[in-house]
Every structure is written in C-alpha cells, then in structure tokens.
C-alpha cells in the first residue's frame, strides 16, 4: 500500500493533504525484493513498476 500511495492508487485526499506532495511517476519507481504478490500486484508491476 505505501507504494500505491507514493504513485498516487490510494490515499489520495489524505496524500494531497501533505505539503508538497506529488505523487512518483511509475517510471521513477523501483520495486525491489517483492514475493508472494496478489494478482493485482501483478498486474501493476508488469504495467509499469519495474522489479
């Protein structure tokens, strides 16, 4: 969840309350040592975020 937050998935009211925040382009995001994802985190991964 903290990566969806960081892309701007969820959170989103709550995120945008933050000074400054913007939510990371997926190009900019790098997810390391990921294991036992759901299908949906499948999904996003191979749509964008690298691991």
Do not use: K, Q
């Not at 499948?42 to 690298?50: A, L, M, P, Y």
């Amino acid at each position: 969840m903290a990566a969806a937050t960081l892309t701007g998935r969820c959170w989103v009211g709550m995120a945008a309350a933050l000074p400054g925040f913007s939510p990371v382009p997926d190009d900019r995001v790098l997810l390391l040592g990921a294991r036992d994802l759901d299908p949906a985190e499948e999904r996003v991964t191979g749509n964008g975020i690298g691991r």
